[in-house]
């Protein structure tokens, strides 16, 4: 452990003390005297002596003594010399300031040209930098000022200085040491690898914010392409395409029409179309005559065979009756019996039983032969009944297929249509004919406006079907920005797993490294990470804090209390011991136990002349 004590400080014409001699003994003093005495000149001539800067730390301070007008005082030599004790070897350095003055050529006064400084060490005079040397070789500026101030540390220090002066004190690891031995943060380990995690998560989060700003977007150009789509999805591209078929097939006939006409080779044109439908028209009344003459003979025929049938079921009945007739005579034939008598007719007289025998044979026989005409009349009335009754068959069957011709006489289906449309092209091509007969050149105007107007629909129609291809683009857009907004939302999450990441391990970094600092204090604690409400997230810093309370917070006697318990802190980490002032002494009724040369600066309203007392 170097030890560095102050024996003696010696004071000539510095600032507003024109001769002080202190004698320390490296012992603690105390050193009273009222405001404006030169307690702080006493810290300011020692910073100067080692470090060219007062207490403050500013350097080309101004150190020579001023006049009551304030005017700064010339011709003498502001000097400071100091006795030290290095492990009980003594060292003595002296510095003095000296005006240089110069007499301009054609002047006959001198003039101010500056200011040298004569550096001392232990009587012999050497240069500025051999002097630096001998200085920094006892303690660098930097930490002379921490050992030998209690406000510089906590209060003084830029805190990024001061925290990496912690850092080295705590012998914190680096992030990639601390992460290798643990294996949740294995990722973490690849990542330092090539950046810090601190500009990892600066990255991770800047993508994640450009990733939201842009997912955030979509959903106005996504509405956008949907309500574009609807608005289309309501034209019916069907109908335009089949309406531009049929004006494309006017535009041509109509521009056949012009050329034509200019070409004067309409009028033939339309008198050959007009033939042609005039044959039409003469062949379709051909066919629809000889559709009604056929359905006249079937009507004639169907007559004819009414006709037929009514003759024949008229001589049906008629041998029906001859054959009830001939049955009835046959029946009275079989019904006769003999009815001779035993008298003559002729004379009266009793016939003979032979002549009565033979009357009756005769009367036998007779009946047989006529009961024998009688049945054949019989078979002959039957079988031409039967002849009848066939023919009257025949002709309800052959009726029964002519029914359809007992309906009116009708022309032939969609004649009359057919027929309409002919007559309708027939008068339009006349009416065109005579047209172009009598005002050829009206109607080549009128024709070629017919053609403009068509034009001009058709291009109409065509921009509105190029809109389906504004609908098919926008339906592809719509698929293509809901992948993206998907891609983008698992792109979120990948970035919230590796940040989440990054935040555990910095939480367990910042744990590590707080409580690695805080472990070399008592009452001292440091603040090393700032944690941000709002954005969830944290700043490095350092600063002191006690019970809770920040430094800057603190009342006086507390931050040179915490600026002592860090100076004993400090130098037992570094190896060395030097003096240190305290100033504002009288503030602290309890000063924290340290084992090194204190000079405490105490203001004293009763004394005008600086007082020292040394223990």
């Given at each position: 452990?170097?030890?560095?004590?102050?024996?003696?400080?010696?004071?000539?014409?510095?600032?507003?003390?024109?001769?002080?001699?202190?004698?320390?003994?490296?012992?603690?003093?105390?050193?009273?005297?009222?405001?404006?005495?030169?307690?702080?000149?006493?810290?300011?001539?020692?910073?100067?002596?080692?470090?060219?800067?007062?207490?403050?730390?500013?350097?080309?301070?101004?150190?020579?003594?001023?006049?009551?007008?304030?005017?700064?005082?010339?011709?003498?030599?502001?000097?400071?010399?100091?006795?030290?004790?290095?492990?009980?070897?003594?060292?003595?350095?002296?510095k003095?300031?000296?005006?240089?003055?110069?007499?301009?050529?054609?002047?006959?006064?001198?003039?101010?040209?500056?200011?040298?400084?004569?550096?001392?060490?232990?009587?012999?005079?050497?240069?500025?930098?051999?002097?630096?040397?001998?200085?920094s070789?006892?303690?660098?500026e930097?930490?002379?000022?921490?050992?030998?101030?209690?406000?510089?540390?906590?209060?003084?220090?830029?805190?990024?200085?001061?925290?990496?002066?912690?850092?080295?004190?705590?012998?914190?690891?680096?992030?990639?040491?601390?992460?290798?031995?643990?294996?949740?943060?294995?990722?973490?380990?690849?990542?330092?690898?090539?950046?810090?995690i601190?500009?990892?998560?600066?990255?991770?989060?800047?993508?994640?914010?450009?990733?939201?700003?842009?997912?955030?977007?979509?959903?106005?150009?996504?509405?956008?392409?949907?309500?574009?789509?609807?608005?289309?999805?309501?034209?019916?591209?069907?109908?335009?395409?089949?309406?531009?078929?049929?004006?494309?097939?006017?535009?041509?006939?109509?521009?056949e029409?012009?050329?034509?006409?200019?070409?004067?080779t309409?009028?033939?044109?339309?008198?050959?179309?007009?033939?042609?439908?005039?044959?039409?028209?003469?062949?379709?009344?051909?066919?629809?005559?000889?559709?009604?003459?056929?359905?006249?003979?079937?009507?004639?025929?169907?007559?004819?065979?009414?006709?037929?049938l009514?003759?024949?079921?008229a001589?049906?009945?008629?041998?029906?009756?001859?054959?009830?007739?001939?049955?009835?005579?046959?029946?009275?034939?079989?019904?006769?019996?003999?009815?001779?008598?035993?008298?003559?007719?002729l004379?009266?007289?009793?016939?003979?039983?032979?002549?009565?025998?033979?009357?009756?044979?005769?009367?036998?026989?007779?009946?047989?032969?006529?009961?024998?005409?009688?049945?054949?009349?019989?078979k002959?009335?039957r079988?031409?009944l039967?002849?009848?009754?066939?023919?009257?068959?025949?002709?309800?069957?052959?009726?029964?297929?002519?029914?359809?011709?007992?309906?009116?006489?009708?022309d032939?289906?969609?004649?009359?249509?057919?027929?309409?449309?002919?007559?309708?092209?027939?008068d339009?091509?006349?009416?065109?004919?005579?047209?172009?007969?009598?005002q050829?050149?009206?109607?080549?105007?009128?024709?070629?406006r017919?053609l403009?107007?068509?034009?001009d629909?058709?291009?109409?129609?065509?921009?509105?079907?190029?809109?389906?291809?504004?609908?098919?683009?926008?339906?592809?857009r719509?698929?293509?920005?809901?992948?993206?907004?998907?891609a983008?939302?698992?792109?979120?999450?990948?970035?919230?797993?590796?940040?989440?990441?990054?935040?555990?391990?910095v939480?367990?970094?910042?744990?590590?490294?707080?409580?690695?600092?805080?472990?070399?204090?008592?009452?001292?604690?440091?603040?090393?990470?700032?944690?941000?409400?709002?954005?969830?997230?944290?700043?490095?810093?350092?600063?002191?804090?006690?019970g809770?309370?920040?430094?800057?917070?603190?009342?006086?006697?507390?931050?040179?209390?915490?600026?002592?318990?860090?100076?004993?802190?400090?130098?037992?980490?570094?190896?060395?011991?030097?003096?240190?002032?305290?100033?504002?002494?009288?503030?602290?009724?309890?000063?924290?136990?340290?084992?090194?040369?204190?000079?405490?600066?105490?203001?004293?309203?009763?004394?005008?002349?600086?007082?020292i007392?040394?223990?």
């Amino acid at each position: 452990m170097k030890t560095i004590r102050l024996m003696e400080l010696e004071l000539e014409h510095f600032k507003g003390t024109t001769a002080k001699k202190i004698v320390l003994h490296g012992k603690n003093t105390q050193i009273f005297g009222d405001n404006g005495t030169g307690k702080t000149t006493v810290y300011d001539a020692l910073m100067w002596l080692l470090f060219d800067k007062d207490s403050g730390g500013m350097a080309r301070s101004a150190i020579k003594p001023r006049g009551t007008d304030g005017q700064v005082c010339h011709g003498i030599l502001p000097t400071v010399t100091a006795v030290f004790s290095i492990d009980g070897a003594p060292l003595c350095l002296r510095k003095t300031l000296r005006e240089r003055w110069e007499r301009p050529a054609g002047t006959a006064q001198r003039q101010l040209a500056g200011n040298t400084t004569e550096y001392i060490i232990d009587g012999v005079s050497c240069k500025e930098s051999a002097y630096k040397r001998e200085v920094s070789a006892l303690l660098d500026e930097e930490t002379f000022r921490m050992l030998t101030s209690v406000t510089y540390f906590c209060g003084e220090l830029e805190w990024k200085k001061r925290r990496e002066t912690l850092f080295a004190l705590a012998q914190v690891a680096s992030d990639a040491d601390l992460a290798a031995g643990m294996p949740q943060f294995a990722e973490i380990c690849v990542i330092l690898q090539t950046q810090s995690i601190e500009m990892h998560q600066k990255q991770l989060k800047a993508q994640r914010k450009d990733t939201i700003e842009a997912m955030n977007s979509l959903p106005i150009r996504m509405d956008e392409c949907r309500r574009t789509a609807d608005r289309l999805r309501t034209r019916d591209f069907a109908a335009l395409r089949a309406r531009e078929n049929t004006l494309q097939a006017q535009r041509a006939t109509l521009a056949e029409e012009v050329l034509r006409l200019k070409n004067h080779t309409a009028l033939p044109q339309k008198q050959a179309q007009w033939r042609e439908i005039d044959a039409k028209l003469r062949a379709l009344e051909a066919e629809n005559n000889q559709f009604r003459q056929k359905q006249q003979a079937m009507q004639t025929a169907h007559k004819a065979a009414q006709a037929e049938l009514r003759q024949c079921q008229a001589d049906a009945d008629h041998w029906r009756h001859k054959l009830e007739q001939g049955e009835g005579a046959l029946a009275a034939v079989s019904a006769e019996r003999f009815q001779g008598g035993a008298v003559c007719r002729l004379c009266g007289q009793d016939l003979p039983q032979s002549a009565q025998k033979r009357a009756q044979n005769i009367f036998e026989t007779d009946k047989k032969a006529r009961e024998k005409a009688q049945q054949q009349h019989l078979k002959t009335y039957r079988q031409t009944l039967d002849t009848a009754l066939r023919r009257v068959a025949a002709c309800e069957a052959a009726m029964q297929s002519q029914a359809s011709a007992t309906a009116n006489i009708v022309d032939l289906p969609q004649y009359r249509a057919e027929k309409g449309q002919l007559m309708q092209e027939k008068d339009a091509l006349q009416s065109e004919i005579y047209t172009l007969t009598t005002q050829e050149d009206a109607l080549t105007e009128a024709t070629e406006r017919k053609l403009c107007a068509v034009g001009d629909t058709l291009r109409n129609v065509r921009e509105a079907l190029a809109e389906e291809a504004v609908l098919r683009k926008n339906e592809a857009r719509l698929q293509q920005l809901e992948t993206e907004r998907q891609a983008q939302q698992t792109h979120i999450d990948a970035l919230d797993a590796k940040i989440a990441l990054c935040e555990s391990f910095v939480r367990w970094k910042i744990s590590h490294i707080t409580e690695a600092v805080n472990a070399r204090f008592g009452a001292v604690r440091f603040q090393l990470f700032q944690e941000h409400v709002t954005n969830d997230g944290r700043t490095e810093c350092c600063e002191a804090m006690v019970g809770g309370v920040p430094y800057g917070s603190l009342n006086h006697a507390a931050q040179i209390n915490a600026g002592l318990e860090v100076i004993g802190v400090l130098g037992q980490a570094l190896g060395v011991r030097v003096p240190l002032f305290i100033d504002n002494a009288e503030s602290v009724t309890q000063l924290h136990p340290l084992d090194t040369q204190t000079i405490r600066l105490t203001v004293s309203a009763k004394d005008k002349q600086l007082r020292i007392v040394t223990a």
